[in-house]
């Protein structure tokens, strides 16, 4: 087989790869297919990387294992030894700020650290422990949490990520409030958690997304975004699905995302990497559910280079 075109192909997990307890069989085997045919698939997740692990095991694909991209972007992990290779934090002032932004709103705050360089995974702060939320929160990801009232200790690690739970009723708006007062400051986006039903706003420094992740990956691999595929069905998507050569979204993504996306392929649950993997391949249509842009969208320059 020729070498294809896209030569890096990033995949969003939730909701994308795996709906239930794992990735469907015919998603594993057009993983191996692309990898067969010289391309590069990285799993490209929110999770962090010991939540994402049990995927990357159950794929086997074939060694040299590409690194995988975690937290939204804001960290790169070598998944054979879980080594940190990237790491983007916020600095401590927008920290502190966001932090206490939240806390004013009514939220037990969660600012997760990276896990391989420290002895904790979480500063948590306020009553979290009195809110039903984040018990299950943390019942399903057992974790090392440390709890504070700030995070300007300039001896700690940097957060990662700062977010927060939410029923869904005030998600949209504290993200809303969140751009409205840290606007250039950070990049903020609400999650439906669709298996506990929970929203999480979450937030990064800025210019943390999965595109800047994918752009440090790919300088390992001398590719540049316009040879990148990309696939995903959330918000934290976006940028990614915007910013690569090719990208894919499944039929019931939300048609903000939809419209992000070159090619629209199978629903959640119905194999949308693999139809995305064989359009990928073969460079044409497959499928009744696939559809292609007659016309490219316009896109805007690269990303810079994120710094570690």
Not at 140 to 167: K, Q, W
Not at 186 to 210: C, D, M, S, W, Y
Not at 233 to 251: H, K, Q, Y
Request: net charge neutral; glycine share 10%; charged share 25%.
């Amino acid at each position: 087989m020729p070498d294809p075109t896209y030569r890096l192909l990033a995949v969003d997990v939730d909701g994308t790869l795996v709906t239930g307890e794992g990735p469907p069989r015919r998603d594993v085997a057009a993983l191996h297919r692309a990898v067969r045919a010289g391309v590069v698939v990285c799993l490209c997740t929110g999770r962090t990387w010991p939540e994402v692990r049990p995927v990357w095991a159950q794929l086997r694909l074939p060694a040299p294992a590409a690194p995988v991209i975690c937290v939204g972007g804001a960290l790169v992990a070598e998944p054979h030894t879980g080594r940190t290779l990237y790491a983007r934090g916020f600095d401590r002032p927008a920290a502190t700020d966001l932090a206490g932004a939240l806390a004013a709103m009514g939220y037990p705050v969660m600012a997760l650290v990276d896990g391989w360089r420290e002895d904790f995974d979480y500063y948590l702060l306020g009553d979290w422990r009195g809110n039903e939320r984040y018990r299950r929160f943390f019942a399903r990801r057992p974790s090392r949490c440390r709890e504070v009232d700030r995070l300007d200790d300039p001896t700690g690690p940097r957060a990662l990520r700062i977010s927060v739970l939410d029923g869904g009723e005030g998600a949209a708006a504290a993200v809303a409030e969140l751009r409205r007062r840290f606007a250039g400051r950070i990049e903020t986006q609400a999650i439906h958690l669709r298996q506990t039903r929970v929203h999480i706003v979450e937030a990064f420094a800025a210019g943390t997304h999965k595109l800047s992740a994918m752009v440090y990956v790919g300088q390992g691999y001398r590719i540049s975004p316009r040879a990148m595929a990309a696939i995903g069905d959330d918000d934290n998507d976006r940028v990614m699905l915007e910013g690569a050569g090719l990208s894919a979204a499944p039929a019931d993504a939300d048609e903000e995302l939809r419209a992000a996306a070159d090619v629209i392929v199978a629903p959640r649950g119905q194999s949308p990497v693999a139809e995305f993997v064989e359009h990928m391949l073969e460079k044409k249509v497959r499928g009744e559910r696939l559809e292609v842009r007659e016309t490219e969208r316009p896109r805007g320059p690269s990303p810079p280079p994120p710094h570690l």
